[in-house]
């Protein structure tokens, strides 16, 4: 509810690039140590994560935009939870685990 209200008075990119800088000020206040540590490989990956997060919260962005119904973006947006894990076994070749609950 809060990006439909906020979407109402800022235009979409700006509304993103503001979330992003923020949040990106907070994750790089408290691991600014660790990011010195990062190999090339691992800054390129970071990179290329975030810039499909980037792509995917426009679309989503876009979409809440041009709808007047929150709950379809709501589905829209939980089914990153399960694509997620599939576009980073294709993209990235990493294991699918169980999660939190599965053993062994």
Same mark, same amino acid.
């Given at each position: 509810?809060?990006?439909?209200?906020?979407?109402? $008075?800022? /235009? /979409?990119?700006?509304?993103? #690039?503001?979330? @992003?800088?923020?949040?990106? #000020? +907070?994750? #790089?206040?408290?691991?600014?140590?660790q990011?010195?540590?990062?190999?090339i *490989?691992?800054?390129?990956s970071?990179?290329?994560? #975030?810039?499909?997060?980037?792509?995917a919260?426009?679309?989503? +962005?876009?979409?809440l *935009?041009?709808?007047?119904n +929150?709950?379809v973006g709501? @589905?829209? *947006?939980? &089914?990153?939870? +399960?694509?997620? /894990?599939?576009? $980073?076994?294709?993209?990235?070749?990493?294991? &699918?685990?169980? $999660?939190?609950?599965?053993? $062994?």
């Amino acid at each position: 509810m809060f990006s439909t209200m906020a979407l109402r $008075g800022l /235009p /979409p990119l700006l509304f993103l #690039g503001v979330r @992003f800088v923020l949040a990106g #000020g +907070i994750v #790089g206040a408290f691991g600014f140590g660790q990011r010195r540590t990062l190999a090339i *490989r691992g800054l390129a990956s970071a990179s290329l994560s #975030g810039l499909v997060m980037s792509v995917a919260m426009i679309c989503w +962005i876009e979409g809440l *935009r041009h709808t007047d119904n +929150i709950g379809v973006g709501a @589905f829209i *947006r939980s &089914l990153g939870n +399960i694509v997620a /894990p599939l576009l $980073g076994r294709v993209l990235f070749k990493s294991e &699918l685990t169980g $999660g939190a609950g599965s053993r $062994g």
